[in-house]
């Protein structure tokens, strides 16, 4: 596989398919709850993508990982259905239904055939509704917590991002791991769950996006079936959290023959006006795979590693500019001379008329292409409203990428691109780095 | 029996009314195959070239030879230089990869309908007129093996899948890390690769699959005017190492420091899709659905729920491949259980099947969720792609794809456990023991 990582990572503004772009209608149901809709009948089955904003900020000081834990529950018992029963369920309905909770969100995922819609949708419903949280499953799947947090701790991706936002952000929500620590789960009670659960399946912090073989018609009601009697919940603090300017390079001494690098500062919230403008400069940069700055230095011209990138990370309080890189431990200080030297490259030079066009033909182009199914565009559906983004931004996307300068970029680049606020936290057994802080 | 058919009447029957794919096929005077996948939903396109040449077909001593040729292939033609494909493919707003595989290695791009015939003039072009650069072959040589430290010498767990599969196979060259072994992948040069880029790539060696937002008549016509003009060449046999028959079971303990959840497998070797005596294949895909095909399966219920002795429990077949198949069960001890305790559960579990057998309404129930698998993977252009791909170079015909469902549903529980009897037979297998240097200790107490 050539895949590069920075693929799956640059996915942050996200166009939806073109051939979709003329059919999102805004479904108000009977009791006015909002969905976006694409109707799409050539496959007999619905996408749903239901976003609640909040995630690991729900979790109560002290409970660290309580949403994580609880969004694992979910499935494990509803109504009058135990574990066993609600998967024999779904399994009946030939309905797939996930749950899972991160930084910011809470996001809930169902595909179902057209043939089972709405006993699929009252199965959704159960499950959001009356989740038991029996005891014993709660035991079960906090095992399966704690081991994946034994995981954790050897793998090298996961150390050294949690060391990175555990410095940049000490004392918040965002310095502690989404999972919580073995002490805060352990200490969870299943009446702290319960309490988590009712801040997070929220009506006020929900977006709905769905796709597929249905109408709005049909819709509608199936919505207020589904999520009508959920609680409006309580709004949450959203003011920013600045990260804190560490600097330097912070090795976690590990016993493997490549060092793993996260690197990265402050970056750009998705509101701020000149995200775009910083976006098509990140593609240029080390966003973009292959043709990026940094896969060419790195990669292309000294063969220094597989994987390097640089991704835009607007969070809900906090945003970063971050980029990781993988280098054999003689060789990954000179990976990290050659990135921050780009980083003050971009920053005092910016970007050339020719790589900008050539970031404009892709950005537009690949605009059709990030959708091929209906469960990713349901899935974009509900981003775009988590974002704040309105109904007809995909109209407009293009335009807004097209109306970049290669002056609006350099004027960007030199605020945002700090090469001597760069903290790197390094994994491995790396030789010949200096070490400072 | 009179309530379970009427069950199965109404479970199976709306699903097995869904319309399938509408798939077409053509072959030009050089050998190369085209299929059409028609996907109009958006007017994008994926175009695949799928050549019969995997790390199964290496010279001994020369493994990782196919997955490096793979990257050089982005290295530039005669006409298109280095670095030039990949521009070209993202000014027109594609996005690209290439992937390789024991018996095959792909090529392909997503990309706006329109720009295709430019996609199979680049590819066309690079199937038989690439060059490497001397700066190019070495600088992506260190890629592949940063690759390989990234994937697997920095992973326990991939490592130990790595000795896994090399304790599988006596002779056979599945055998071999597809990557490659370390010191041999730092070894291979840009001759190495050009020789093997000859031998296998041509017309007559690869398939072309394009899904997506067109007709089959205008791919074919595109197909003609760029793959068409290549000269057809002889081909190579695929000689490959014949297994013999397994008379030991093998087991293998691996020890790493940073394996924090121990890991017990077992995988014994298995029909492929094109080896299988009818039915064998279909039976060993119900097998590992009925064991360890999710929650309400035999060993998620009885290892992770009932005993509560394991983290995680599962089963899985692997069986679109050439020569051989795999049949694989797996499970994380948890708590106090040792990793010989959880063999030992997984074997009773496998007993009791094999005594008993599996019931209707296990069939059932594994039946109508892989028939739905198959309903929601056609959502995925680039998936349904790479099933035809995949398929189709390991050797078996688009009928064979499309009769997949039929003949899952007419397997009976008789096929399923003549396939686990003629399968799981320990001489056939490789037991794996993966832990961590402290959980020896809780072994021997």
Do not use: C
């Not at chain 2, 024991?102 to 015939?117: E, K, M, S, V, W």
């Amino acid at each position: 596989m050539k895949t590069l990582l920075a693929l799956a990572l640059a996915l942050l503004i996200a166009p939806a398919a073109q051939a979709a772009e003329d059919r999102i209608q805004r479904v108000i149901s009977p009791g006015g709850i909002e969905a976006w809709l694409v109707e799409e009948p050539a496959i007999p089955m619905v996408a749903v993508e239901v976003i609640f904003s909040g995630g690991a900020r729900v979790d109560a000081e002290g409970q660290d990982g309580a949403a994580y834990l609880a969004s694992g529950l979910i499935e494990e018992g509803a109504g009058d259905m135990d574990s066993q029963g609600f998967a024999l369920r779904k399994e009946d309905l030939s309905a797939r239904i996930s749950f899972s909770s991160g930084r910011d969100e809470f996001t809930v995922g169902m595909r179902a055939l057209s043939a089972n819609l709405e006993e699929s949708f009252e199965l959704l419903h159960i499950a959001l509704t009356e989740p038991t949280f029996e005891q014993r499953q709660i035991d079960r799947v906090r095992d399966q917590v704690l081991s994946g947090m034994k995981s954790d701790l050897v793998d090298p991706n996961t150390q050294a991002a949690t060391e990175w936002f555990a410095q940049a952000f000490p004392g918040t929500s965002y310095g502690r791991p989404t999972k919580g620590t073995p002490e805060t789960i352990n200490a969870l009670t299943r009446a702290d769950l319960l309490d988590t659960y009712g801040r997070m399946a929220v009506t006020s912090r929900m977006k709905i996006g769905v796709v597929g073989d249905i109408d709005a018609a049909t819709l509608g009601p199936l919505l207020d079936a589904t999520f009508g009697d959920l609680p409006e919940g309580e709004a949450l603090d959203t003011s920013p959290i600045d990260p804190v300017t560490v600097s330097g390079v912070h090795v976690i001494e590990a016993d493997i023959p490549q060092s793993t690098a996260i690197f990265g500062h402050r970056g750009m919230m998705r509101d701020d006006p000149d995200f775009i403008p910083a976006f098509v400069m990140n593609h240029i940069f080390g966003g973009g795979g292959f043709g990026s700055r940094l896969t060419t230095e790195v990669r292309e011209k000294n063969g220094l590693a597989y994987s390097v990138y640089s991704y835009l990370a607007p969070y809900e309080r906090a945003a970063l500019y971050m980029g990781g890189v993988a280098t054999a431990n003689e060789r990954v200080a000179e990976s990290l001379d050659l990135i921050r030297a780009e980083w003050r490259r971009m920053a005092e030079q910016g970007v050339t008329e020719a790589e900008l066009e050539a970031a404009k033909k892709y950005l537009t182009g690949a605009f059709a292409l990030r959708f091929d199914s209906n469960a990713k565009i349901a899935g974009y559906l509900a981003g775009l409203q988590a974002s704040g983004l309105g109904i007809d931004y995909i109209d407009t996307r293009n335009d807004l990428v097209n109306a970049v300068t290669v002056e609006d970029i350099n004027r960007v680049a030199g605020e945002l691109l700090k090469p001597d606020e760069l903290f790197i936290v390094v994994v491995g057994d790396p030789e010949g780095l200096d070490e400072s802080n | 029996m009179r309530r379970f058919l009427a069950f199965l009447t109404v479970v199976l029957a709306p699903q097995s009314a869904l319309a399938e794919p509408v798939v077409t096929s053509f072959e030009l005077e050089n050998g190369m195959r085209g299929v059409v996948i028609e996907d109009h939903r958006a007017p994008v396109v994926t175009h695949m070239v799928w050549y019969q040449v995997g790390s199964a077909d290496e010279t001994p001593g020369k493994t990782g030879i196919a997955h490096y040729l793979e990257h050089l292939l982005f290295k530039g033609t005669d006409t298109i230089p280095s670095g030039r494909f990949s521009e070209i493919v993202a000014e027109n707003g594609g996005q690209e990869n290439a992937f390789t595989s024991r018996d095959y290695t792909g090529y392909f791009q997503n990309i706006a309908a329109d720009r295709l015939g430019l996609m199979m003039e680049m590819e066309a072009d690079r199937m038989r007129n690439l060059t490497i650069g001397d700066d190019d072959w070495q600088a992506e040589r260190d890629v592949v093996s940063e690759e390989r430290r990234m994937r697997t010498d920095n992973r326990p767990s991939a490592k130990f899948r790595e000795q896994f599969s090399a304790a599988l196979y006596l002779s056979h060259p599945y055998g071999k890390p597809v990557i490659g072994w370390k010191s041999e992948v730092e070894a291979l040069t840009k001759e190495d690769a050009l020789e093997f880029y000859k031998r296998f790539y041509a017309p007559g060696n690869a398939i072309l699959v394009v899904a997506g937002d067109v007709t089959p008549d205008e791919v074919e016509r595109l197909a003609r005017e760029t793959y068409g003009k290549i000269a057809a060449v002889d081909l190579p046999e695929h000689t490959r190492s014949v297994e013999p028959p397994h008379l030991a079971e093998r087991r293998i303990e691996m020890v790493d420091r940073r394996v924090a959840q121990p890991q017990f497998m077992r995988g014994y070797l298995a029909p492929s899709y094109v080896t299988a005596e009818p039915g064998e294949a279909e039976g060993l895909v119900l097998l590992a659905d009925i064991l360890g095909g999710g929650t309400t399966r035999r060993m998620q219920r009885i290892m992770t729920q009932d005993t509560d002795m394991a983290i995680y429990a599962g089963a899985y077949y692997s069986g679109m491949a050439r020569d051989h198949g795999e049949f694989v069960i797996y499970a994380g001890p948890k708590g106090d259980a040792t990793l010989a305790q959880v063999e030992g559960a997984m074997d009773w579990i496998l007993e009791d099947l094999l005594a008993h057998g599996v019931t209707e309404e296990e069939l059932a129930r594994s039946k109508k969720s892989l028939i739905a698998d198959e309903i929601y993977s056609q959502d995925s252009q680039r998936s349904l792609a790479r099933q035809y791909g995949a398929a189709l170079t390991v050797g078996l015909t688009i009928e064979d794809i499309q009769s997949w469902r039929s003949r899952v549903e007419a397997t009976t529980a008789d096929d399923v456990l003549n396939a686990a009897r003629k399968v799981l037979d320990r001489r056939n297998s490789v037991t794996g023991f993966l832990r961590g240097p402290d959980a020896g200790k809780e072994a021997t107490q």
